[in-house]
C-alpha cells in the first residue's frame, strides 16, 4: 500500500496543521482550564457552554463562523491583513485555526480535570515555603498536572487530525494543499478513489489511534499518581 | 515584644466562631485543646492560607495581617514555616528537593543544609520518593523542609497524633534536638495536653475558638490538675 506524493503531502500537512493547532491552543487552554477549575465567579456557566460548543456545533457552522470573522471582510480578517499583512483564510493556516477551535473543548476539558485533582494543600504548602502564585503554578501545579496536560494535547492532536466539516470551508483546496480528510473526500468524488483513498484511510485510523491509546494511558497515570498524593 | 501577637475574630461558614488574643514569646507555646477548638484554624491564619474577617497578626515588628489597616502579607512574604497534619509533601520531587524548596526560595535566614540531614538522619532516603518513606521519615522531611527556609515562626500542626507510642518517642527526640539547636520561636499544636507540656514553654488552652487559659513559663501546671 504505497502512498502518492500529493498523500505524503496531506500526511505531512495533516500532522503540521495539528502540531500547530496544538500549539496554538495550548496557552489559552491553560488559563482557561486552570480558571475554570480553581476560581468561582458570575458568568463561570457561559464561559464553560462557549468553551464546549465547538463540540455540538456543526462543523460547517463553525467554518461558517470562523469565515465570516477571518475572511478579507471579517473584521479580525481585516485587522491582521492591515497591521500585520497576514492573510489566513483560503491558506494551510486557516485549517490549523479551524482544529485549534474545533478541537479546544478536549484539551479544555482534559486540562481542568488534571488541574482540579491537584491537592490545593500542596499548593498551600509551596506558599508557605516562599513561592509566589506563578512559582507554585510553575514547580507544583503544572508537574503534577503535566500527564493531564500531555492528554489533553494529545486528544486535541487527535480531533485535529480528522477535522474535516469546518477545515473544508475556510483552507485552501487544491493539489498538495489538503489535509487527509479532504484529499480522502478529493480521492472519493475521483474514478477509482475508494481504492486510492484507502491507503490514508488508514493512516488516519493509525494516527488517531496512537493518539488516543497514549492519551489514555497519560491519564490513567495522571489519575493515579493524584490519588497516591 | 512578644515573638507572636494574635488577635482575630472570623465567623465561618460552617457557624463556627474563632475569637482568640494571645501572646507567644520566643520559645515554644503550645496551642492546646479538643478537636474543633480552633487550633488548626489559628495556624492557618498565622501562616496566611485563611483570611479572617476582622484581625491582627504580628511577628516580632513586621504585621503580617492587620484587616482594619488593609494589610494582608500573602504566605509566601510571611516568613512563616508550617509543618502541617497531613505533611503535604511534594509527591513529584525527591525528599531532598522537598527540603531545598524553601531553601531556594527566599530564606529569611540560612540554615545549614548538612547540619539539618545530620539533626533529623535523612542521609539515606535524600535521592528516594516521599511516597516509597516510613511514616517518620515523611514527618522528619517535612520538618526539615520547615527549618530549612529558615523561618521567623515556625508552626507545628499535630506532628505526633498519628504516630505510634515508639514513633511519637523518636520524633520528639528529634523535635527537641531540632529545636534547641535552632532556636526557632515555634508554635506547637496538639490536642493531647502531655505532649504539649513536654515540649512547650508557654501553653495556651483554646476551647470552642476562645482562649481558655494561658499559662507561661515553664511550669505548666493546667492538665495535671
Known amino acids: ?11 505531512g500537512l495533516s500532522l503540521r496543521v495539528a502540531i500547530v493547532a496544538v500549539l496554538l491552543s495550548l496557552p489559552f487552554g491553560l488559563a482557561l482550564a486552570w480558571l475554570l477549575a480553581r476560581r468561582q465567579f458570575r458568568g463561570k456557566a457561559i464561559l464553560e457552554t462557549m468553551i464546549n460548543l465547538p463540540l455540538v456545533l456543526p462543523p460547517v457552522v463553525t467554518g461558517y463562523l470562523l469565515l465570516v470573522a477571518f475572511g478579507r471582510n471579517g473584521w479580525i480578517g481585516q485587522f491582521l491583513d492591515r497591521w500585520f499583512g497576514l492573510q489566513i483564510i483560503f491558506t494551510w493556516k486557516a485549517a490549523a485555526l479551524a482544529s485549534a477551535i474545533v478541537a479546544f473543548p478536549l484539551m479544555v476539558r482534559s486540562i481542568r480535570l488534571a488541574l482540579s485533582s491537584v491537592d490545593v494543600h500542596l499548593e498551600q504548602s509551596a506558599r508557605t515555603l516562599g513561592a509566589g502564585p506563578f512559582d507554585t503554578l510553575w514547580t507544583i501545579t503544572l508537574p503534577l498536572a503535566r500527564n493531564g496536560i500531555i492528554a489533553g494535547c494529545v486528544l486535541a492532536f487527535a480531533r485535529s487530525i480528522g477535522e474535516f466539516g469546518a477545515t473544508i470551508m475556510i483552507s485552501e483546496n487544491t493539489q498538495g494543499s489538503r489535509t487527509i480528510p479532504l484529499e480522502i473526500y478529493n480521492l472519493l468524488e ?8 484507502q491507503g490514508l484511510v488508514f493512516a488516519s485510523i493509525a494516527i488517531a489511534a496512537v493518539a488516543m491509546l497514549i492519551g489514555e494511558i497519560l491519564e490513567r497515570r495522571g489519575l493515579q499518581r493524584s490519588a497516591a498524593a | 515584644m512578644p515573638r507572636l501577637r494574635f488577635h482575630c475574630r472570623h465567623q465561618f461558614p460552617s457557624g463556627f466562631i474563632l475569637d482568640a488574643e494571645f501572646e507567644a514569646s520566643d520559645g515554644v507555646t503550645g496551642l492546646c485543646g479538643p478537636s474543633g477548638s480552633g487550633k488548626t484554624t489559628t495556624l492557618g491564619i498565622i501562616a496566611g492560607t485563611l483570611r479572617p474577617r476582622q484581625g491582627i497578626v504580628q511577628l516580632g515588628d513586621r504585621v503580617l495581617l492587620d484587616t482594619a489597616r488593609g494589610v494582608r502579607l500573602p504566605p509566601e512574604r510571611r516568613r512563616v514555616g508550617c509543618v502541617f497534619q497531613d ?15 524553601g531553601l531556594n526560595r527566599r530564606p529569611a535566614r540560612k540554615i545549614d543544609f548538612s547540619r539539618v540531614v545530620e539533626i533529623l538522619e535523612l542521609h539515606d532516603v535524600l535521592g528516594r520518593s516521599p511516597r516509597t518513606l516510613s511514616g517518620g521519615q515523611q514527618q ?11 523561618p521567623e515562626l515556625l508552626l507545628l500542626d499535630e506532628p505526633l497524633t498519628a504516630l505510634d507510642a515508639g514513633l511519637k518517642e523518636r ?12 532556636r526557632i520561636p515555634t ?11 513536654r515540649l512547650a514553654e508557654q501553653v495556651i488552652l483554646l476551647e470552642a475558638g476562645r482562649v481558655v487559659r494561658e499559662d507561661k513559663g515553664s511550669g505548666t501546671d493546667f492538665g495535671r490538675e
Do not use: K
Open chain 1, 1 to 11: 500500500m504505497g502512498f502518492t506524493v500529493e498523500q505524503w503531502q496531506a500526511i
Open chain 1, 190 to 197: 475521483s474514478p477509482g478513489g475508494v481504492q486510492r483513498a
Open chain 2, 87 to 101: 505533611l503535604r509533601l511534594f509527591p513529584h520531587l525527591t525528599v531532598e528537593q522537598n527540603m531545598r524548596y
Open chain 2, 140 to 150: 522528619r522531611t517535612a520538618l526539615a523542609r520547615a527549618v530549612l527556609q529558615g
Open chain 2, 171 to 182: 520524633i520528639v527526640v528529634y523535635l527537641e534536638r531540632m529545636l534547641a539547636e535552632l
Open chain 2, 187 to 197: 508554635v506547637f499544636v496538639s490536642h493531647d495536653l502531655a505532649d504539649v507540656r
